[in-house]
Nanobody, 123 residues
Framework: VQLQASGGGLVQPGGSLRLSCAAS????????IGWFRQAPGKEREFVAV???????YYQDSARGRFTVSRDNAKNTVYLQMNSLKPDDTAVYYC??????????????????WGQGTLVTVSS
């Protein structure tokens, strides 16, 4: 079981990035993929989740700017990030699990984690 996160980089405020989380060794049909981020000196926090049912949830600061989607053929989940702000600067991680209803925002709800990809929003 492996998750490979990619797509991070340096972007100016107001710009966009699309992160990818490619899964291998298991199918995403039965797992939720959560996106978390960790800024320097801060706790890792929930950003968004794509549940195996197709339902999505977002952290308040991400709602309306970020969109999570899944490509079943590629066994990959994407996080499209628009209108990026300096506060979005962090290492972004994807994680797979089967969180019960109401617990998708908790790190402990996920069994597998990717290695993280750095997003830097700066002019």
């Amino acid at each position: 079981v492996q998750l490979q996160a990619s797509g991070g980089g340096l972007v100016q405020p107001g710009g966009s990035l699309r992160l990818s989380c490619a899964a291998s060794g298991f199918t995403l049909d039965y797992y939720a993929i959560g996106w978390f981020r960790q800024a320097p000196g801060k706790e890792r926090e929930f950003v968004a989740v794509f549940r195996w049912t197709g339902v999505t949830y977002y952290q308040d600061s991400a709602r309306g700017r970020f969109t999570v989607s899944r490509d079943n053929a590629k066994n990959t989940v994407y996080l499209q990030m628009n209108s990026l702000k300096p506060d979005d600067t962090a290492v972004y991680y994807c994680a797979a699990g089967r969180p019960p209803a109401g617990s998708a925002g908790y790190r402990g709800s996920y069994d597998y984690w990717g290695q993280g990809t750095l997003v830097t929003v700066s002019s």
